[in-house]
């Protein structure tokens, strides 16, 4: 479970979060969606303290982070597995080493990481890879180790930062179907942020909408499926179309 | 081989093992201080991890200072800090400290600059991660950065040598002092080229061995 009470943000004067509250239950797919600047990344940020409040308290997995010492908020970030738009793999070691570095840091037992790492690729599809260095990869490829990498410590949480803001259509939506899959054979809690209204639609429980720095409104909602998500060419002649009809209004 | 060298042989292998010792200690104190002062230097900064505004300016500004003096004013400058920690100001050993003290400013700056372009969101996933600054520094940064500090030691190296040959005002010796002494003064203007000739190869060579080095572990 994650909690957020209370939670402020500024930078340089400028509130970014506003005094906000969210309760996020074990075994969801949160959304986080609104406009550019509407502070959803930041809320995210505040979950694993990647961004320290300024006011509020953080809670996650029953552990007030915001009380924790510096030596307990790494042990705690390390149940909280986090990926990025733009994966932020070391670019210098294999897709093997990439895994292997989140067990390193968690002291995983030696004799054991090799399975791990191994089992990890395979739930995201990557098993024939482990060899290749992030350069020789495509940006779902690279994703797809981002999320092995997160997994690797059986991290009760997963924060996704705009995880498919950088990919294709149809790549987003076997991204999407990872993260999924995550949620349900691994019961992992997934909180996503994204400005795609498609990739709220098709996977998460409940959405929140963010507006200028406040919680907007808090929605249940029917999670459609990543089938839904339009991979055909069609798709794109359709939304050039429409942008067509735009400019000529 | 020319009748120049045979006569000279002795003393030019002579010099060339001071310059060895004298660059062989710079690359010495570069990789043992100037590496961590360069870590630290960019580890203080405004929005990184140990962010430390006193620490990062002592540093910085120690680092310019040491870097704006000309190189033959430090040595001169030195001397009494060199007796002090040797016994004496003279000699190819007395020689190491002033040399040892550029190197840590100019590869300290190296370092710096080349972390600064490890991207920052390869630090956020480390933070994310729940590395301490210790992994963040061992088993990101510098992994990331290892052909940039590859070629900034080179760099270094190279430099290193050209400063070596100004030690002869402190007898240390070396390549550089040689070709002063017996080749300009005692206007043998060929055992002046010689010498120079030898310098070229030896920076050929660490410039080669750097960039080959540096290509191979850079899988960027």
Redesign the interface.
Same mark, same amino acid.
């Given at each position: 479970m994650i909690k957020l009470v209370n939670v402020s943000k500024s930078f340089s004067q400028f509130k970014v979060i506003k005094s906000v509250s969210l309760t996020i239950d074990k075994g969801e797919v949160h959304g986080i969606i609104g406009a550019s600047g509407a502070g959803k990344s930041t809320l995210l940020r505040l979950v694993n303290l990647l961004e320290l409040p300024d006011q509020g308290e953080v809670e996650v997995n029953g552990q007030k982070l915001t009380n924790l010492s510096s030596k307990e908020l790494r042990r705690a970030r390390k149940s909280i597995g986090m990926i990025f738009q733009h994966f932020n793999l070391l670019a210098n070691k294999t897709v093997y080493e990439n895994v292997a570095v989140s067990l390193e840091l968690a002291n995983y037992p030696k004799k054991e990481r090799r399975d791990r790492i191994i089992e990890c690729l395979q739930f995201v599809g990557l098993k024939d890879l482990i060899k290749q260095y992030p350069a020789q990869l495509s940006g779902g490829q690279k994703q797809r180790v981002a999320i092995a990498r997160a997994l690797a410590n059986n991290p009760q949480v997963l924060l996704c930062d705009e995880p498919t803001s950088s990919l294709d259509p149809n790549i987003s939506a076997e991204i999407l179907g990872v993260l999924e899959n995550i949620n349900k054979v691994l019961g992992v809690t997934i909180v996503i942020v994204s400005h795609e209204m498609e990739v709220i639609k098709s996977i998460c429980n409940r959405v929140t909408v963010m507006a200028n720095g406040e919680i907007y409104d808090t929605v249940s909602t029917e999670p459609i499926g990543i089938h839904h998500i339009d991979k055909s060419p069609s798709y794109f002649v359709e939304q050039l179309a429409k942008a067509g009809e735009m400019d000529d209004a | 081989m020319p009748d120049i060298l045979v006569q000279y042989e002795a003393e030019i292998w002579l010099s060339i093992g001071e310059t060895f010792i004298m660059v062989g200690a710079s690359i010495g104190a570069a990789i043992l201080l100037g590496l961590p002062v360069g870590t630290l230097l960019f580890l203080c900064r405004k929005g990184e991890v140990i962010e430390n505004r006193l620490v990062f300016t002592v540093l910085n500004l120690l680092v310019n200072i040491i870097r704006s003096f000309p190189f033959l004013l430090l040595v001169v400058f030195l001397i009494p800090f060199t007796r002090l920690i040797i016994g004496t100001a003279i000699g190819t050993t007395a020689a190491i400290v002033p040399l040892s003290i550029i190197a840590i400013a100019h590869y300290s700056r190296l370092v710096e600059q080349s972390l600064l372009d490890v991207?920052k &969101? #390869?630090m956020? /996933?480390a !933070? @994310?991660? &729940? /590395? @301490?600054v210790k992994?963040i520094v061992f $088993?990101?940064l510098y #992994?990331?950065t290892?052909s940039g500090l590859v070629l900034g030691l080179t760099t270094s190296i190279i430099s290193f040598i050209s400063y070596s040959t100004i030690m002869g005002v402190v007898g240390g010796g070396g390549i550089g002092d040689f070709a002063i002494r017996y080749g300009y003064q005692q206007f043998k203007t060929d055992l002046m080229i010689y010498m120079i000739i030898i310098m070229i190869i030896l920076v050929q060579l660490i410039q080669f061995t750097g960039t080959t080095i540096a290509r191979i !572990?850079? $899988?960027?």
């Open positions: - | 991207p &969101g #390869v956020e /996933a !933070i @994310s991660m &729940g /590395a @301490s992994e $088993k990101f #992994v990331e290892r !572990i850079d $899988k960027r």
